[in-house]
């Protein structure tokens, strides 16, 4: 069964006025205005407390390592090894996995958590820490 839908325009709006072609048809067959709508059933979809935790341990595990690895290569900035490796390229890699890693924390914010506006900033700042780390490293 293949289901085809018709589209109809019902109001056009020119020079600053809507003009009414046809009626609307609702779901419903009718075309007045259904007089209350059912109720809405919202989950939200919210990122449950353990699951923040968990990533969070992951963003601080990796925000750490990087540190720790950035301090590993100063320690033996002049080894052979390293001075192969050059050490101002594995300092940019380590600072890109910092930025990768910290856009775990805005990344877990949902408006459970925070407030709508404050999402909406940390998923901003997400999406710059993530692209940034990766284009880094």
Known sequence: VM???NRTTTD???SNT???LTEFIFNSGETTIPTSLPPTNDDGNFIRTGIRAIAWMFTFISFFLAIGFAI?????RNTRVVK???P???????FGV???????IPAS?????????ACSQACTAAVWLLFLGVAIV
Request: proline share 0%; glycine share 2%; with cysteine.
């Open 18 to 20: 809507w003009y009414s």
């Open 109 to 117: 914010f949902d408006s459970n958590f925070a407030t709508v506006e």
């Open 98 to 104: 910092i930025l990768i890693a910290i856009s775990g």
């Open 88 to 94: 101002f390229f594995l300092y940019l890699l380590c």
């Open 12 to 14: 056009i709006y020119h």
């Open 3 to 5: 289901v085809r839908f």
């Open 84 to 86: 192969a490796s050059q």
């Open 72 to 76: 590993w290569t100063w320690l033996h």
